[in-house]
């Protein structure tokens, strides 16, 4: 089964085919990321003109480089939520129209469903994936979730972020400390070489059973310190970021080891662009070692938004019989049920 996955969510208007739900024929992404780095954050409007000037580009060019034709495949899968509502309706419709024109199914993906499959893709570098049930942390700037994901289509919610997102809160320490847009890359490179336990700043919601986050009262704490002190001198900045970081980090590791624990699980799947920290990295291989869990990961390529991974998740659910008619539309709070 070839199918064509259509990403436009948010940032990255991206386009790839993936073939019998596992091997990658082509994956391009096309980020917005510079048109944006001037406003420090993603601008919807920006984003939605992007997008339209973009995305039938980045379709031929995923059909050229898996070399494929659009009447060979056998279905489309686009994101339909969550998201920003203008890039979403460019990408769905887009896929509704080419599926329309080929005469195939088209469904909708809700991203978030995407970024739980994306671990089942890559089986050459990664032949053995998680077995169902396990515990999910799904990690980027727009989402800090735990979910116990029992199948393909099947994940209960077990806690998430009341405010910020982990990324988001490292885009926004980011720009207090001028570090750009976006930041989590930055800070993670600087925090290599600098002292964890240089300051300390605050970890929200430690309660025993508390399976959710806070990243807002960091975020501030960082901001109070700032305006006390002024920004660090440079030689400064690894302790800085270190020490942010590892307050970001311990809240993550902390409570996905009390999601593995209380759901008597014994395998994680981290994803979502701040997958890629290495801080993060370290520490979950760590807590594996300690606790005797299995760690998995996805390629960087695949934790950040893409469109292989809405391919698989639509694979999955064409293969359930879903369908989209016409009348599929986008949802910017759809819910992952
Ligand atoms: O999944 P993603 O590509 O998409 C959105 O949620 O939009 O994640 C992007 C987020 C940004 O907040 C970025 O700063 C963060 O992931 N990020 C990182 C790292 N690489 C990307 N955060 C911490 N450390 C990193 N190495």
Redesign the pocket.
Known sequence: MLILGIETS???TAAAVVADGKSIRSNVISSQVLVHAEYGGVVPEVASRQHLATVVKVVRQALNEAGVEARDLDGIAATCGPGLVGPLLVGLELGKSLAYAIRKPVVGVNHLRGHLAAVYLDHAKNPSPPPFPHVALLV????TTLFRVDGQAKTVLLGSTRDDAA??A??KVAKLLGLGY????V??RLAATGSATAIHFPRALPGREDLDFSFSGLKTAVATRLAALGRPPENELPDFCASFQVAVVDVLVRKARRALAREGLRALVVC???A???GLRTALAEAAAEDGFSLHIPAAVL???NAAMIALAGTWAIARGERGGLDLSVDPGLPLS
């Open positions: 948010c940032d990255e980027s700037g727009g989402n990324g988001e490292f885009d976006p930041g989590g890359m800070i993670d979502g662009g701040v890629a920290n290495g934790c950040t938004d």
